[in-house]
Protein backbone atom coordinates (compact mmCIF):
# COMPACT_ATOMS: atom_id res chain seq x y z
CA UNK A 1 0.00 0.00 0.00
CA UNK A 2 1.19 3.52 -1.04
CA UNK A 3 1.16 5.74 2.37
CA UNK A 4 -0.86 8.81 2.78
CA UNK A 5 1.03 11.96 3.39
CA UNK A 6 -0.06 12.59 7.12
CA UNK A 7 -1.14 16.12 8.13
CA UNK A 8 2.07 17.67 10.65
CA UNK A 9 -0.24 19.38 13.35
CA UNK A 10 -0.77 17.22 16.48
CA UNK A 11 -4.15 15.79 17.30
CA UNK A 12 -4.92 17.19 20.98
CA UNK A 13 -6.92 15.00 23.62
CA UNK A 14 -9.78 17.58 23.15
CA UNK A 15 -9.44 17.22 19.57
CA UNK A 16 -9.88 13.09 19.93
CA UNK A 17 -12.72 13.34 21.74
CA UNK A 18 -14.63 15.84 19.63
CA UNK A 19 -16.20 13.32 17.14
CA UNK A 20 -17.56 10.68 19.57
CA UNK A 21 -17.13 7.83 16.91
CA UNK A 22 -18.07 4.48 16.03
CA UNK A 23 -15.91 1.22 15.33
CA UNK A 24 -17.58 -0.67 12.77
CA UNK A 25 -15.13 -3.72 13.05
CA UNK A 26 -13.80 -4.12 15.97
CA UNK A 27 -13.21 -7.93 17.35
CA UNK A 28 -13.96 -10.10 20.80
CA UNK A 29 -10.31 -10.07 21.52
CA UNK A 30 -9.99 -6.51 22.22
CA UNK A 31 -12.12 -7.07 25.40
CA UNK A 32 -11.51 -10.48 26.73
CA UNK A 33 -7.44 -12.10 26.67
CA UNK A 34 -8.50 -15.46 26.40
CA UNK A 35 -10.21 -15.05 23.00
CA UNK A 36 -6.54 -13.63 22.10
CA UNK A 37 -4.70 -16.79 24.03
CA UNK A 38 -7.25 -18.99 21.76
CA UNK A 39 -7.31 -17.56 18.39
CA UNK A 40 -3.17 -17.17 18.04
CA UNK A 41 -3.23 -20.91 18.96
CA UNK A 42 -4.42 -21.78 15.98
CA UNK A 43 -2.39 -22.30 12.22
CA UNK A 44 -3.63 -19.94 10.81
CA UNK A 45 -2.95 -17.17 12.84
CA UNK A 46 0.59 -18.72 14.22
CA UNK A 47 1.47 -18.33 10.09
CA UNK A 48 0.21 -14.81 9.97
CA UNK A 49 2.48 -13.88 13.12
CA UNK A 50 4.94 -15.11 10.98
CA UNK A 51 4.65 -13.00 7.64
CA UNK A 52 2.40 -10.30 8.23
CA UNK A 53 3.28 -9.29 11.77
CA UNK A 54 6.87 -11.09 11.83
CA UNK A 55 8.56 -7.47 11.96
CA UNK A 56 6.31 -6.73 15.34
CA UNK A 57 7.65 -9.90 16.84
CA UNK A 58 10.82 -9.65 16.12
CA UNK A 59 10.53 -5.45 17.72
CA UNK A 60 8.92 -7.34 20.69
CA UNK A 61 11.74 -10.41 21.05
CA UNK A 62 9.04 -13.18 20.59
CA UNK A 63 10.35 -16.14 19.20
CA UNK A 64 7.74 -18.50 19.61
CA UNK A 65 4.48 -18.29 18.16
CA UNK A 66 1.73 -19.15 20.84
CA UNK A 67 3.75 -16.31 22.33
CA UNK A 68 2.53 -14.24 19.48
CA UNK A 69 -0.85 -12.83 21.16
CA UNK A 70 1.74 -11.09 23.35
CA UNK A 71 3.04 -9.19 20.70
CA UNK A 72 -0.84 -7.66 20.11
CA UNK A 73 -0.98 -6.26 23.66
CA UNK A 74 2.40 -4.53 22.91
CA UNK A 75 0.89 -2.91 19.68
CA UNK A 76 -1.73 -1.23 21.85
CA UNK A 77 -4.81 -4.50 22.17
CA UNK A 78 -5.47 -3.96 25.62
CA UNK A 79 -7.50 -7.74 26.11
CA UNK A 80 -10.00 -7.01 28.84
CA UNK A 81 -13.09 -5.37 29.45
CA UNK A 82 -12.66 -2.77 31.91
CA UNK A 83 -9.49 -1.54 30.17
CA UNK A 84 -11.14 -1.07 26.10
CA UNK A 85 -14.30 0.62 27.99
CA UNK A 86 -12.26 3.54 29.53
CA UNK A 87 -9.43 3.65 26.08
CA UNK A 88 -13.10 4.24 24.51
CA UNK A 89 -14.30 6.87 27.00
CA UNK A 90 -10.62 8.42 26.45
CA UNK A 91 -10.49 9.21 23.06
CA UNK A 92 -14.17 9.32 22.51
CA UNK A 93 -15.48 6.16 20.77
CA UNK A 94 -19.53 5.68 21.69
CA UNK A 95 -19.74 2.49 20.38
CA UNK A 96 -17.37 -0.53 19.09
CA UNK A 97 -18.77 -3.24 16.72
CA UNK A 98 -18.07 -6.67 17.78
CA UNK A 99 -18.70 -9.87 15.87
CA UNK A 100 -18.13 -13.74 16.51
CA UNK A 101 -15.22 -13.49 13.60
CA UNK A 102 -16.93 -16.39 12.33
CA UNK A 103 -14.03 -18.24 9.97
CA UNK A 104 -13.47 -21.30 8.73
CA UNK A 105 -9.68 -23.33 8.84
CA UNK A 106 -9.08 -24.65 4.82
CA UNK A 107 -5.60 -26.17 6.55
CA UNK A 108 -7.62 -28.53 9.88
CA UNK A 109 -10.27 -30.03 7.76
CA UNK A 110 -13.14 -26.96 8.53
CA UNK A 111 -12.49 -26.31 12.24
CA UNK A 112 -13.13 -22.69 13.24
CA UNK A 113 -9.91 -20.42 13.13
CA UNK A 114 -11.85 -17.40 14.30
CA UNK A 115 -11.96 -16.08 17.74
CA UNK A 116 -14.74 -18.35 18.62
CA UNK A 117 -17.08 -16.19 20.35
CA UNK A 118 -20.68 -17.07 21.07
CA UNK A 119 -23.35 -15.36 20.43
CA UNK A 120 -24.14 -14.81 23.99
CA UNK A 121 -20.77 -13.84 25.26
CA UNK A 122 -21.35 -10.97 22.87
CA UNK A 123 -24.98 -10.27 24.01
CA UNK A 124 -23.61 -10.37 27.72
CA UNK A 125 -20.63 -7.80 26.24
CA UNK A 126 -23.23 -5.27 25.21
CA UNK A 127 -25.33 -5.62 28.56
CA UNK A 128 -21.99 -5.13 30.70
CA UNK A 129 -20.97 -2.17 28.61
CA UNK A 130 -24.32 -0.57 28.83
CA UNK A 131 -24.85 -0.73 25.16
CA UNK A 132 -21.25 0.18 23.91
CA UNK A 133 -20.52 -3.01 22.09
CA UNK A 134 -23.24 -3.84 19.40
CA UNK A 135 -23.26 -7.12 18.77
CA UNK A 136 -22.49 -8.85 15.06
CA UNK A 137 -23.25 -12.57 14.10
CA UNK A 138 -21.57 -14.90 11.68
CA UNK A 139 -23.17 -17.51 9.77
CA UNK A 140 -22.11 -20.64 8.45
CA UNK A 141 -23.15 -21.81 4.46
CA UNK A 142 -22.70 -25.19 4.74
CA UNK A 143 -25.55 -25.09 7.62
CA UNK A 144 -27.54 -23.00 6.39
CA UNK A 145 -30.92 -23.70 8.43
CA UNK A 146 -29.11 -23.82 11.31
CA UNK A 147 -26.92 -20.54 10.59
CA UNK A 148 -30.40 -18.82 9.55
CA UNK A 149 -32.09 -19.72 13.03
CA UNK A 150 -28.95 -17.97 15.02
CA UNK A 151 -29.03 -14.92 12.88
CA UNK A 152 -32.64 -14.53 13.73
CA UNK A 153 -31.84 -15.24 17.73
CA UNK A 154 -29.08 -13.21 17.61
CA UNK A 155 -31.10 -10.00 16.51
CA UNK A 156 -34.69 -10.40 17.69
CA UNK A 157 -33.65 -12.08 21.47
CA UNK A 158 -29.99 -9.70 21.77
CA UNK A 159 -30.26 -6.67 19.48
CA UNK A 160 -27.47 -7.41 17.24
CA UNK A 161 -27.26 -5.01 14.50
CA UNK A 162 -25.51 -6.74 11.41
CA UNK A 163 -23.91 -10.15 10.49
CA UNK A 164 -19.95 -10.57 9.32
CA UNK A 165 -19.16 -13.35 6.74
CA UNK A 166 -15.68 -14.30 5.81
CA UNK A 167 -16.23 -16.10 2.23
CA UNK A 168 -12.83 -17.16 1.52
CA UNK A 169 -12.68 -19.24 4.90
CA UNK A 170 -15.60 -21.52 3.30
CA UNK A 171 -14.03 -21.62 -0.42
CA UNK A 172 -16.65 -19.56 -1.45
CA UNK A 173 -17.42 -16.26 -3.14
CA UNK A 174 -20.04 -14.15 -1.64
CA UNK A 175 -22.47 -14.29 -4.80
CA UNK A 176 -22.86 -18.15 -4.00
CA UNK A 177 -26.30 -19.42 -3.94
CA UNK A 178 -25.21 -20.90 -0.70
CA UNK A 179 -25.34 -17.04 1.04
CA UNK A 180 -28.68 -15.91 -0.84
CA UNK A 181 -30.93 -17.33 2.16
CA UNK A 182 -28.65 -14.96 4.61
CA UNK A 183 -29.42 -12.29 2.19
CA UNK A 184 -32.89 -12.62 1.97
CA UNK A 185 -32.69 -12.76 6.22
CA UNK A 186 -30.96 -9.77 6.32
CA UNK A 187 -33.44 -8.12 4.35
CA UNK A 188 -36.39 -9.02 6.04
CA UNK A 189 -34.77 -8.55 9.60
CA UNK A 190 -33.15 -4.78 8.23
CA UNK A 191 -29.64 -5.36 9.32
CA UNK A 192 -26.26 -5.19 7.14
CA UNK A 193 -24.18 -7.74 5.82
CA UNK A 194 -20.46 -7.04 6.14
CA UNK A 195 -17.98 -9.15 4.00
CA UNK A 196 -14.70 -9.77 4.05
CA UNK A 197 -13.09 -8.46 1.02
CA UNK A 198 -9.35 -8.38 -0.14
CA UNK A 199 -6.93 -10.38 0.58
CA UNK A 200 -6.95 -12.55 3.88
CA UNK A 201 -3.79 -12.07 6.65
CA UNK A 202 -4.37 -15.66 7.01
CA UNK A 203 -3.41 -18.49 5.00
CA UNK A 204 -7.09 -18.53 3.74
CA UNK A 205 -8.47 -18.24 0.20
CA UNK A 206 -8.20 -14.55 -1.37
CA UNK A 207 -9.23 -14.66 -4.36
CA UNK A 208 -12.99 -15.70 -3.41
CA UNK A 209 -13.27 -12.05 -1.58
CA UNK A 210 -12.86 -9.64 -4.38
CA UNK A 211 -14.84 -6.60 -3.92
CA UNK A 212 -16.61 -7.08 -7.34
CA UNK A 213 -18.53 -9.99 -6.38
CA UNK A 214 -20.60 -7.67 -4.18
CA UNK A 215 -21.46 -6.60 -7.60
CA UNK A 216 -24.10 -9.25 -8.62
CA UNK A 217 -25.62 -9.05 -5.05
CA UNK A 218 -26.19 -5.46 -4.97
CA UNK A 219 -27.74 -6.01 -8.29
CA UNK A 220 -30.20 -9.11 -7.10
CA UNK A 221 -30.71 -7.17 -3.89
CA UNK A 222 -30.76 -3.62 -4.48
CA UNK A 223 -32.34 -3.11 -0.57
CA UNK A 224 -30.01 -5.10 0.69
CA UNK A 225 -27.41 -2.87 2.49
CA UNK A 226 -23.64 -4.77 2.36
CA UNK A 227 -20.80 -3.50 3.88
CA UNK A 228 -17.03 -4.71 2.32
CA UNK A 229 -14.64 -4.83 4.67
CA UNK A 230 -10.58 -4.19 4.61
CA UNK A 231 -10.49 -1.47 2.20
CA UNK A 232 -10.85 -4.68 -0.60
CA UNK A 233 -6.65 -4.84 -0.96
CA UNK A 234 -4.55 -5.34 -3.13
CA UNK A 235 -8.15 -4.67 -5.35
CA UNK A 236 -8.91 -1.40 -3.75
CA UNK A 237 -10.16 0.20 -7.30
CA UNK A 238 -12.70 -2.74 -7.37
CA UNK A 239 -13.89 -1.16 -3.67
CA UNK A 240 -14.19 2.01 -4.35
CA UNK A 241 -16.12 0.97 -8.04
CA UNK A 242 -18.42 -1.01 -5.94
CA UNK A 243 -19.16 1.79 -3.04
CA UNK A 244 -19.41 4.42 -5.90
CA UNK A 245 -21.37 2.50 -7.87
CA UNK A 246 -24.50 1.11 -5.22
CA UNK A 247 -26.48 3.06 -3.59
CA UNK A 248 -27.09 0.48 -0.95
CA UNK A 249 -23.12 -0.89 -0.26
CA UNK A 250 -21.07 0.87 2.03
CA UNK A 251 -16.82 0.14 2.91
CA UNK A 252 -14.89 0.12 6.02
CA UNK A 253 -11.47 0.51 6.01
CA UNK A 254 -10.36 -1.38 9.10
CA UNK A 255 -7.46 -3.87 9.46
CA UNK A 256 -5.35 -1.28 7.29
CA UNK A 257 -3.93 2.06 10.23
CA UNK A 258 -4.98 4.65 8.01
CA UNK A 259 -2.07 6.92 7.40
CA UNK A 260 -1.28 3.58 4.74
CA UNK A 261 -4.53 3.87 3.05
CA UNK A 262 -4.32 3.80 -0.61
CA UNK A 263 -3.66 7.22 -1.65
CA UNK A 264 -7.30 6.74 -3.95
CA UNK A 265 -9.10 5.68 -1.24
CA UNK A 266 -8.62 8.62 0.63
CA UNK A 267 -9.52 10.73 -2.19
CA UNK A 268 -12.72 9.05 -2.52
CA UNK A 269 -13.52 8.55 0.78
CA UNK A 270 -13.15 12.84 0.88
CA UNK A 271 -15.07 13.34 -2.51
CA UNK A 272 -18.16 10.63 -3.60
CA UNK A 273 -17.20 8.47 -0.91
CA UNK A 274 -17.96 10.82 2.22
CA UNK A 275 -21.05 9.28 3.07
CA UNK A 276 -20.32 5.93 1.82
CA UNK A 277 -17.26 4.97 3.80
CA UNK A 278 -16.81 3.96 8.02
CA UNK A 279 -13.89 4.15 10.09
CA UNK A 280 -13.13 0.61 11.55
CA UNK A 281 -9.79 -0.45 13.79
CA UNK A 282 -10.31 -4.70 13.04
CA UNK A 283 -8.85 -4.61 17.18
CA UNK A 284 -6.06 -2.77 16.04
CA UNK A 285 -6.10 0.32 18.77
CA UNK A 286 -8.51 2.97 19.24
CA UNK A 287 -6.18 5.27 19.92
CA UNK A 288 -3.96 4.99 17.27
CA UNK A 289 -6.60 4.45 13.94
CA UNK A 290 -8.66 7.33 15.37
CA UNK A 291 -5.95 9.44 15.88
CA UNK A 292 -4.27 8.54 12.36
CA UNK A 293 -7.61 9.77 10.47
CA UNK A 294 -7.95 13.19 12.30
CA UNK A 295 -4.52 13.08 10.95
CA UNK A 296 -5.27 12.85 7.28
CA UNK A 297 -5.71 15.05 5.05
CA UNK A 298 -9.67 15.35 4.31
CA UNK A 299 -11.66 17.76 4.94
CA UNK A 300 -13.29 17.86 8.28
CA UNK A 301 -16.77 16.96 7.31
CA UNK A 302 -15.58 13.90 5.95
CA UNK A 303 -13.45 13.17 9.00
CA UNK A 304 -16.96 13.37 10.95
CA UNK A 305 -19.06 11.67 8.46
CA UNK A 306 -16.47 8.68 8.33
CA UNK A 307 -15.77 8.60 11.77
CA UNK A 308 -19.52 8.79 13.17
CA UNK A 309 -22.09 9.55 10.99
CA UNK A 310 -22.43 7.28 8.35
CA UNK A 311 -21.63 4.23 10.94
CA UNK A 312 -24.82 5.91 12.81
CA UNK A 313 -27.09 6.65 9.89
CA UNK A 314 -26.51 2.71 8.58
CA UNK A 315 -26.17 0.47 11.41
CA UNK A 316 -29.11 2.24 13.23
CA UNK A 317 -27.62 3.17 16.38
CA UNK A 318 -29.30 5.32 19.04
CA UNK A 319 -27.97 9.25 19.16
Known sequence: MSEVKQAKK????????EIKAVDTMCRPFY????YLKSMFGKYEFQIMLASTFGGVLKKVGIENLKDGWKAMLGMGVKGSMKEALAEMDEVGVDYACVDQMYCRSIHHDGESCGGDATIEQIAQWNKESGGKIVGGVGYNPLRIEESLKDVER???EYGFKYVWIHTGGFGLTANDRRYYPLYTKCLELGIPVCMQTGQSAEPLPSEQMRPMYADEIAMNFPHLTLVLTHTGWPWV???????????NVYGNIGAYMPSSLDPALVRFMDGPGREKVFWATNGLGFTRCKKEVLELPIRDATKKAVLRDNAMRVFKLEK
Do not use: G, N, Y
Request: hydrophobic share 40%; glycine share 0%.
Open 237 to 247: TEWISMVWRHP
Open 31 to 34: FDVE
Open 10 to 17: EITPEEMK
Open 154 to 156: AVK
